[in-house]
């Protein structure tokens, strides 16, 4: 690991004093550095065929896709022509993420291989958005000035008119009226599954975490706007919807507060109640025909007995539930300053059960925080094998800058982390194949992500009610022969299966019928 100051060599550039982000990588789900050169373009190119053509990069999460495609519909309604790909660009943008040290990484890597581009007169301009940007700005224009525009997540607006002032974008374009302009522009490879991102920002001051120093407090969308956006997606052919945020049970309580109510269910006297997150499912269900909702990043101390009913009682909202923990240790817990305990954990996951069949829990967990004991690491590993999430991401604790945690005492070493994370994966597969397993023979309605067709051995890769697209495994439907191979499936199709076989992360099924 290099010294805080020293040359950090990345790509074909050399940048001096930027933040030092050492690379911890995830085992479970690897993030490798990308060579812009290497991404390939998986949308149809959008916009004017003789518009500026711009590659527009996307690193970090899936609330970072959600603002890449609200990018994207907007630079395609002021004349560009835009795709992921970088070949022919004249324009690349970089959309960064800046959540842990291996997601900054990557930035700056990407960030220097497009500079690279500039460089060799591949492209006309480079322009850094989003997270990294946000927090490290006047670090990153002083270190990379190959850089012709950098935008934090509070500027982000902005794009459109700077284009326009460098001369990149047509001034004279005539402009797509806001009537016509699609909200966003799907990016992914599989358009028929895409986000909701329900509020902005967080409330919470979990030790750990710099979100809020980037995204800032907790501020939500207003309902009729995301049910105007299911509608107009419901439209374009997606199937299912990810309802993400920061934390979603949170949702309507700054709506709350500012209409001069608490936080609770109650409105102040002689007013209505602003909307809660059961309110706002219920618009969205009413509002729209899209068959499977999802909900994500639930934290445990805001799941209400009415979400849980609400669940329960709602077919569309699939029984399913992203519920991080972060740990299992009281005494950790405490020091990262989350709000649930054990005891909190444990009652909710026994009520969703109880009151939802066949419900699939997901959670993700830190290792290695500063301080944890192997005493206090073996707690959460006993609570992880008493409440057997069908699904576990897990995570090395990463230093953030600005946070509580990373001026504690008793930072543990990357080999520490390491053999922990391991620890807590070969525990969790064990529970995930034995979850899988007690599958084997049900049958399962399954949404087609894509054909397989050069698989001798499978038709169709798809998800079942229980698997989140990347995040979780996938079900592979086993192969027919000749004429019948690809099942007349598309992707975006629903089709019922039976499962047969089961590994730790993945299912085996056959098409019924």
């Known amino acids: 690991m290099p010294e805080a100051g020293a ?41 004017p065929r003789d518009g500026l053509r711009i590659c527009l990069v996307t690193l970090g999460c899936d609330k970072n896709t959600v603002d890449s495609e609200r990018m994207m519909a907007a630079l395609v309604g002021h004349g560009a022509r835009v795709s992921s790909g970088v070949e022919g660009a004249e324009v690349v943008v970089i959309n960064t993420c800046g959540f842990i040290e291996a997601a900054k990484e990557e930035s700056v890597e990407t960030i220097l291989e497009a500079c690279a581009l500039k460089a060799e007169g591949e492209v006309r301009a480079v322009v850094a958005v989003g997270c990294l940007v946000q927090r490290y700005k006047e670090e990153l224009s002083q270190e990379i000035p190959e850089v012709d525009l950098f935008l934090g997540l509070t500027e982000m607006g902005r794009l459109v008119p700077e284009l326009r002032a460098r001369g990149l974008l047509d001034p004279d374009f005539a402009f797509v ?45 207003p309902v009729e706007e995301l049910v105007r956006e299911a509608r107009e997606l419901e439209a374009r052919g997606v199937k299912e919807l990810n309802v993400i945020s920061q934390d979603t049970t949170w949702y309507g309580r700054d709506l709350q507060r500012a209409a001069g109510g608490p936080s609770g269910r109650r409105a102040a006297p002689g007013s209505a109640r602003p909307p809660l997150l059961p309110d706002l499912l219920r618009a969205l269900l009413d509002g729209t025909s899209v068959p499977w909702y999802r909900l994500f990043y639930m934290y445990p101390s805001g799941i209400t007995r009415e979400m849980v009913d609400l669940i329960a009682s709602e077919p569309r909202i699939l029984p399913y539930l992203d519920m991080p923990i972060q740990h299992g240790s009281d005494s950790v817990l405490k020091r990262m300053r989350r709000p649930e305990r054990q005891a909190t954990i444990r009652e909710r996951a026994e009520s969703l059960r109880a009151a939802i069949p066949d419900l699939v829990l997901r959670t993700t967990v830190i290792v290695g925080f500063p301080g944890e004991t192997e005493t206090e690491f073996g707690e959460m590993l006993e609570l992880l094998e008493e409440v057997r999430f069908e699904r576990v991401g897990a995570f090395p604790y ?29 525990t969790q597969r064990e529970i995930s194949r034995e979850r899988n397993e007690e599958l084997v023979g049900r049958r399962e309605l399954l949404l087609v992500d894509r054909l397989l067709d050069e698989d001798p051995d499978f038709s169709v890769e798809g998800r079942t009610r229980g698997q989140a697209i990347e995040v979780d495994g996938v079900t592979r439907v086993v192969a027919v022969e000749g004429a019948e191979r690809g099942l007349g499936l598309t992707p975006g199709a629903f089709v019922e299966v039976e499962i047969q076989d089961a590994s730790e992360y993945d299912l085996m099924a056959r098409v019924i019928g």
């Open 398 to 426: 990463s230093v953030e800058d600005g946070t509580p945690a990373a001026t504690m005492g008793g930072q543990l070493s990357d080999a520490e982390k390491r053999d922990r994370l391991e620890a807590v994966m070969d």
């Open 7 to 47: 040359h950090v060599t990345t790509g074909r550039l050399r940048t001096r004093n930027l933040p030092v982000f050492p690379v911890t990588r995830d085992p479970v789900r690897p993030q490798v550095p990308r060579d812009v050169k290497a991404v390939t373009s998986h949308i149809d190119p959008a916009g």
């Open 177 to 221: 009226s806001n009537m016509e302009l699609p909200l966003r522009i799907l990016s992914t490879d599989t358009p028929h599954t895409s986000y909701l991102k329900i509020s902005e920002g967080c409330d919470h001051s979990c030790a750990f975490c710099a979100i809020p120093h980037m995204r800032g407090l907790h501020r939500s969308a």
